[in-house]
């Protein structure tokens, strides 16, 4: 079992900044990736950025050099750096772990608005 926490969201104006943090406890040691998604309202749930295990790291399109996710590994903890927001970045943002054994577990999410 992995459970993972989500924090730092809010409501920022269009150019700001926000960080968001995903902390993981329970079996971390079987986690081979981390990924935050995010869902607009009436959007489906769509991947921003993830970073594995051994360090790679992949964007959405949309996020490409405003957004940067890294590790903690002496915290697990995953972080996601949010630079020059803007208006259609507002959602849901949820982080997920995926494992060694194929599962994926999901953090109860947190709520980033971007006012313009």
């Known amino acids: 079992q992995v459970q993972l926490v989500e924090s730092g969201g809010g409501l920022v104006q269009a150019g700001g900044s926000l960080r968001l943090s995903c902390a993981a406890s329970?079996?971390?040691?079987?986690?081979?990736?981390t990924g935050w998604y995010r869902q607009a309202p009436g959007k489906q749930r769509e991947l921003v950025a993830i970073?594995?295990?051994?360090?790679?790291?992949n964007y959405a399109d949309s996020v490409k050099g405003r957004f940067t996710i890294s590790r903690d590994n002496a915290k697990n903890t995953v972080y996601l750096q949010m630079n020059s927001l803007k208006p259609e970045d507002t959602g849901v943002y949820y982080c997920?772990?995926?494992?060694?054994?194929?599962?994926?577990?999901w953090g109860q999410g947190t709520q980033v608005t971007v006012s313009s």
């Open positions: 970073i594995t295990s051994g360090g790679s790291t």
């Open positions: 329970g079996s971390i040691f079987s986690i081979t990736a």
């Open positions: 997920n772990g995926e494992t060694i054994w194929r599962r994926h577990y």
